[in-house]
């Protein structure tokens, strides 16, 4: 659980270990430049790398269809769809590059300095938290994503792609490179890990002498392992089991839009809904034509027994494992709740307290369900396709947490952050 | 690391493990009361604790009698004399919750609320953590000052206190489950482990799906101990290795002040410095007189070569281990630099990141030494003794942490939450 300094234990340690720890060194040495790094050096690094990632756009395709190649009869095409780069893509990631830089630098920020009673002055500084330590799956703009966000933060960054995009993950990095010795910062400021070996990821789960934090970005497979293997703090989120509760005073049309936007946008986020509520005395009204605009557009329903008596025996009934179910597919679990209390009972034992939402005109159930449902995003009248990074206004998202300490829900540059404590006198003592 | 809802393995649960197992599942179901609890029922409910400590004192005191007479001969002074309570200890222990009364209640406060482009407004709402366990040693007054923390901050609590004052941590039990009961909130709000069976705290460290965060309180085994087996997020500083560095520009009474104060106001503490440095070119001028004040108030000093050159041979010499020592005895390290980058280089390398302090008059290297040091704490012209819950203005304090992620510094009420995302609409989709 805690950062821990001892070194793993007495045995040899392998090749590719003993190279993380040269990675992990030269990350700690590059973090304290970075921390102390100008806002202003900190953006030339970031111009210079999305100018580097188009000037060497021609060497990142080759070596992405290098990976496509490698990639054909081991992957499916959903899967090679997420690995392939273009010219609009790579111009895509130089413009996500940009947006980083022009946010506000968040380091070195004092806030509430006030005067104590003793004549001190106390506030709190934002500083970055270290090294980050990345390890993510196929799609190879994380690369260039992850890199600008903890350099803007003023971290060091290890990055550790999937094998299957290694190639054009390596020709990414080079152009990072490129951007951080241009603007006169260290390389080792953002490394990604060159070997493909399984072991350089157990490796890093095991150095929190140099890693700070670690943010896994993949599948629920990856973010497990790496949740019960680190020995560093993690943030994560594993499920998005999200709600939508359309109370029984919901507008119609609101909750029909709403319910349909959750579940339909993108099926495959952790933000859209994978169980629908709905008050017993709305059900008729709103549930109804609700569920014909599902079917219409190809989700499948699995109900309560209520919600198959109201909606016909061809719903198939839903069983435990739909209410604890992660679809991330046209699929939609829906059950008719007595009221509000129920709703969120059953989105407390259910749930994955990432993202829960009402619909509703009462106020006063508005309140009590923002108050009392423990999820990362509560919602009232909105998608929960909203829990989001740039929507929220963060500027950009290294990831969403379900955890509570630290950050919680989605988690940009401030995630990357921590703050400490300054204090001025003028020669006070106890 | 992280919150896994596993069971602990098959094995066939002990007595001790399935009692802290049921008490696990009544702090949850209290917590989501207590999260609930408005305001004024939390005061009414410290009130009444208050209350009840003053009105059961005479159980409390023959309790500690107890506690006293089983640790004769255990136990050294210093640790009974911690034990030991007394009517105005009890009353100050009283006095102590009703002060946690008065401070502003941190939950369900709603910051940043900002209409997005979209149209949603989106804020962030605080919260409570869940359920906090507290594992401590010796004094009982933490049963009263933890317990007040956790309530007010809408949290349920398991208290496991030191074996040596288990009679009076279950005598101050008593007094806070009445207070609870008066006031109309569960008193499994706030559970203060009976047995004193070992296996009770292995069992705690064992069961992150009914406690969200662990502080452990008092000596540094005890913090390793829960670092190191902890399944949950854990609170805590291991070390306090402070210093202070007195710059080359340092006015001389203020660094004289500051320097003695931080040695010999308390030497047991952990904001307490444990190496002085000095600019080389200040050496003769202020550590001189300096080190005459240390040794006048009983501190032995460990020198530097270039320190003993200036204060004598019979300054002992101080080796790598001083460097990291955390005497919490008065004794001092000292060491002349050449400047303050040294001095920034030796705290890094040597120090725990707890509290750091620079004196000076030069506004530009006071900039720059706040910037550069990675602690908790850093300090211009104050003494470390300063770091420190109340001096802060955090009202209370749990405990001091040492981690960069969530808390940082003296952890306050606000340690014991976390802000979760709320979002409004009126209909709004992606």
Redesign the interface.
Known sequence: ????LREPGGEASSRVTRQMHVMGEAARRAA?RM??AEPGEKNAALFAIAEALTEQQDAILAANARDIREARGKLDAAAIERLELNAARIERMAEGVRQVAALADPI?SITDL?F?P?G?Q?GR?R?P??VVGIIYESRPNVTADAAALCLKSGNAAILRGGSESAHSNQAIAAAVARGLTDAGLPREAVQVVETTDREAVGAMLAMPQYI??IVPRGGKGLIEFV??N?????I?HLDGVCHVYIDESA?R??AI??A???KT?RYGTCNTMETLLVAESVARSILEPLAHDLLQAGVTLRGCEATRKLLGPEIQPATDEDWAAEYLAPTLAVRIVPDMHAAIDHI?RWGSHHTD?IVTENVTRARAF???V??????????T???DGF???LGAEIGIST????A???VGLEGLT?????????????
């Open positions: 659980m805690s950062a821990n304290r921390a102390a070195g006030n104590r003793s001190i106390v500084m500083v938290l270290g700070d934090v949740a019960d680190a020995r560093m703090p993690v994560k507008d049309d609101k839009a709403i349909v936007n959750a946008q407390e939402a923002i108050r009392a423990d999820s990362a995003s509560v919602m009232v009248n909105a998608s396709r909203f829990a929507e929220y206004g955890d509570k300490l630290h919680r829900g989605p921590s703050q400490k404590y300054v204090v001025f006198g003028d020669g006070h003592v106890r």
